[in-house]
């Protein structure tokens, strides 16, 4: 089984739509977990980091749920230029960063 | 004023030469990594030094040599190429004692190797 779990998409939606995706890990000592966005030929960067209670910024609102070894981002009001992989990424107790395989979203007029 | 910056961006080369790619931080953190991203996209960690320390070593050939000179710096040298080596090597920083809950990673922006 793979550490960090994705569905690899594509997931098409046309603009203005809402997107869910999730992400499943495997290693319950897991203590930081984040959203990263890579676009076509780039470096991966930061999205959000996901906390314990839920957090949102923007359209943008991310879960973590423990028992369930599951992290969720939720896009609202899907915008042309959100189209690019959303990688969940899981760091475990020993500084190690995992990133899931992503997810790929695209978004048209 | 880049954060974290990867030299080469490009390089082709020819089986069994020996190349290398280097990386600086100007952010000072701690710990830095390399990845190594294959034709699927998956991105999979190489190593992670911490106060130029190595901290992990996964599981990659010896054929690659990661050397820390200092903090800001984690380059990556790489023996007797195979066609198996293409992908794009990501450099990455971050802090990981900074007494925050959570620390991101700052990628630099890549190299793409092709071997031949």
């Known amino acids: 089984r793979k550490e960090v779990e994705q569905d690899p998409g594509p997931f098409n939606v046309p603009e203005g739509a809402t997107v869910a995706f999730n992400c499943t890990y495997s290693?319950?000592?897991?203590?930081?977990f984040f959203w990263y966005r890579q676009d076509c030929r780039k470096e991966p960067k930061l999205l959000m980091s996901?906390?314990?209670s839920g957090n949102e910024d923007g359209r943008f609102t991310a879960q973590l749920n423990r028992a369930s070894q599951y992290i969720s981002l939720l896009i609202r009001d899907s915008k042309l230029s959100d189209s690019a992989t959303y990688l969940c990424?899981?760091?475990?107790?020993?500084?190690?960063?995992?990133f899931g395989t992503g997810t790929r979203l695209q978004v048209f007029p | 004023d880049t954060a974290v910056s990867q030299t080469p961006k490009y390089l082709v080369t020819q089986m069994g030469n020996d190349k290398s790619i280097k990386c600086e931080q100007n952010l000072g953190h701690d710990t830095m990594y390399w990845y190594k991203q294959d034709s699927k996209k998956f991105l999979k960690i190489m190593f992670s030094y911490n106060n130029k320390e190595l901290i992990i070593n996964e599981t990659v050939p010896n054929r690659f040599s990661p050397k820390s000179p200092d903090k800001a710096h984690l380059n990556l040298h790489i023996n007797s190429l195979e066609l198996g080596d293409s992908a794009v090597y990501f450099c990455a920083s971050r802090h990981t004692k900074t007494g925050r809950t959570v620390t991101e990673a700052f990628f630099g922006q890549g190299t793409r190797l092709t071997v031949v």
């Open positions: 290693n319950s000592a897991s203590q930081s």
């Open positions: 990424v899981v760091n475990l107790n020993t500084d190690k960063l995992i």
């Open positions: 996901v906390y314990s």
